[in-house]
């Protein structure tokens, strides 16, 4: 069965300091691997989308890693802030079929104290 | 631009009713789908378009129905409202089904069904 698990579900950081937050899939075969941002209340923003070949990607602070032979993403927040205070969320999109439906992680809920 | 727009923000039922949730985007994509977030749990796919009058079912169908009149509108209907339809839902689209394209996604309708 196709899944995305994420660890942790929550994290507790200070305001300055790094984390890095995991995502492992099943999907196969694999199209690309996204993360995104949803602050309390408001839907889902992209982040990063990465394809098969790509083994890093950055968007300011946040960088995105994927190992596709292991099937394990990362997502490196550096120096964060208080706005990083959301659930982060790793989508799979798998290859083949019409829908190209996405399979979303249950997310993580990162929460930056000052 | 607007992106993807969602009516109404928020919405109680009473068990039985019916009511459409509505959803436009004017960025031109073929591609429309509707989810709701449930606590715990990841996102799921209701229904999703991949063109004007092309519609089919995702993971949890069942008490919704949708239509693709035209490429901006996709309109999902809850035909008689149940307490475990009570959940957060979300519009979203994407230029097509296939390949590494950024979704964005409307900022959600809370439903409270009692």
């Known amino acids: 069965k196709n899944q995305v698990e994420q660890s942790p579900q929550s994290l507790i950081i200070l305001e300055g300091k790094n984390c890095t937050l995991q995502c492992n899939y099943t999907v196969s075969p694999f199209s690309n691997l996204r993360w995104y941002k949803q602050d309390t209340g408001r839907g889902p923003v992209s982040l990063t989308i990465m394809t098969f070949s790509e083994n890093t990607k950055s968007n300011g602070r946040y960088t995105a890693t994927l190992d596709a032979d292991t099937k394990q993403s990362s997502l490196h927040i550096t120096a964060s802030q208080l706005s990083d205070s959301a659930s982060y969320i790793c989508?799979?999109?798998?290859?083949?079929?019409?829908?190209?439906?996405?399979?979303f992680g249950k997310g993580t809920k990162l929460s930056v104290k000052p | 631009n607007a992106g993807v727009t969602q009516t109404p923000k928020f919405q109680v039922l009473k068990t039985g009713q019916s009511m459409t949730l509505q959803c436009a985007q004017d960025?031109?994509?073929?591609?429309m789908s509707w989810y709701r977030q449930d606590p715990g749990m990841g996102l799921r796919l209701i229904h999703y378009s991949v063109g004007a009058g092309i519609t089919d079912q995702g993971e949890v169908p069942n008490g919704y129905n949708v239509s693709r009149s035209t490429t901006e509108d996709f309109p999902l209907r809850l035909l008689s409202a149940a307490p475990s339809q009570t959940s957060v839902y979300f519009c979203?689209?994407?230029?097509?089904?296939?390949?590494?394209?950024?979704?964005?996604f409307g900022p959600g309708t809370r439903l409270t069904v009692l």
């Open positions: 989508v799979v999109s798998g290859r083949g079929g019409s829908q190209g439906n996405l399979i």
């Open positions: 979203a689209s994407r230029p097509a089904a296939g390949g590494p394209y950024e979704q964005f």
């Open positions: 960025m031109n994509h073929e591609y």
